[in-house]
């Protein structure tokens, strides 16, 4: 029976290469014997990341330990069944020999649980986009992925829920607001995506309007709201938007429409 689960995610570890295109760390002794394994995937810098459970245990990076310049710190394990890895491949340049790479990977596997919530927390520490993936070894097409605006000191969540039943699936749901939509309008500013100053007031302008219905506590403008916000992004955006900022764009304003018709 061991050899058969070694076998089954043997194959999956061979899916998951060619799934993510690079080659995750080896230390799955203990989750081996798991139905199904849950990994969460990211780099830093920008941002220290680690998963939080339903419980509030953590697992990833220590969020009371610093941070080097190339995203290494200690790692904390508390989510039972889980391990977490950090790989940092030197340089083999002879002019920068033996230099670490600018980014970490960090990567987070946890044994099934059943069915989960995880929330994924994300604190800035430089102004970037953070990338998040989130997978299912037993469903090779349950894997997701979310690029977020992160900027120093701020910090944002990503919701996972992992539903194990039949064909395993990973739903991913952003924590959004108004600020946050601000804020990444002027990441995109940053990273030269909005061409024109005159279409960056435009998009500010709308979201300062979101903002505004929000203090009003007006449910109902606040959706028409950003809803504008939406339609000027795909009347305009394509002409106006450099990606990945048009996609970040779209996605928070998603997000935050979403979550005010949930319910």
Known sequence: MACKHVEKYCKYYFYAILLFGF?????????????????FVAHSPPGLVYVEDSEGRISGMDPTSPVDQWGGTKEVNQIPNSEVDSQNIASDDEKEYGKPMDKTGWFIHVGD????KYTIVIKGIKAGIQDIKVYSLRGINA?????????PGNIRRIRVEYIPD???????????????LVESIWGAKKMKDIKEEAYLKKLLGLANNISMDFDEHDRKKVINSIS???????????????????????????????ELTKN
Not at 24 to 39: A, K, M, N, Q, T
Not at 171 to 177: C, G, Q, T, V
């Open 23 to 39: 080659v995750f760390p080896c230390r799955l002794y203990s989750l081996v014997f798991s139905e199904d394994i849950i990994g």
């Open 166 to 180: 039949g064909d395993p699936q990973i739903i991913l749901n952003r924590e959004a607001s108004a600020s946050i």
């Open 228 to 258: 504008k916000f939406i339609s000027e992004l795909m009347a305009s955006g394509n002409e106006n938007i450099k990606e990945p900022s048009l996609s970040m764009l779209h996605e928070e304003a998603d997000a935050l429409l979403k």
């Open 143 to 151: 894997k997701e992925e979310s690029n977020i605006w992160i900027f």
């Open 113 to 116: 649980r059943g069915r989960q």
